[in-house]
């Protein structure tokens, strides 16, 4: 099982950017694909960005062009830079595996895009 936990949410203005952190203990991560998802208020949680353990990335179409999801095997952390933020942006992000692992979800790190 792998345990998971978030950092680098806050508050930002339209335009701006901020680099999300998931750090991952537990298990083997370089073993696993990583994701990040995302939950707005009263909508499911959809995934964002993806990244395979050989390091090809996919992105949902919302987020191409402005969104970066990378690993660091060594530091058993996947990040996500996010540039050029907009309101509708606004959510709790999640990392977890591709797919994802239910007992592996953690808190989350709330982004919110607002002038």
């Known amino acids: 099982q792998v345990q998971l936990v978030e950092s680098g949410g806050g508050l930002v203005q339209p335009g701006g950017s901020l680099r999300l952190s998931c750090t991952a203990s537990?298990?083997?991560?370089?073993?696993?694909?990583m994701g990040w998802y995302r939950q707005a208020p009263g909508k499911q949680r959809d995934l964002v960005a993806g990244v395979t353990t050989g390091g090809k990335t996919t992105y949902t179409d919302s987020v191409k062009g402005r969104f970066t999801i990378s690993r660091d095997n060594a530091k058993n952390t996947v990040y996500l830079q996010m540039n050029s933020l907009r309101p509708e942006d606004t959510a709790v992000y999640y990392c977890?595996?591709?797919?994802?692992?239910?007992?592996?979800w953690g808190q989350g790190t709330q982004v919110t895009v607002s002038s």
């Open positions: 977890n595996l591709v797919p994802p692992s239910t007992r592996s």
């Open positions: 537990g298990s083997i991560f370089s073993g696993y694909a």
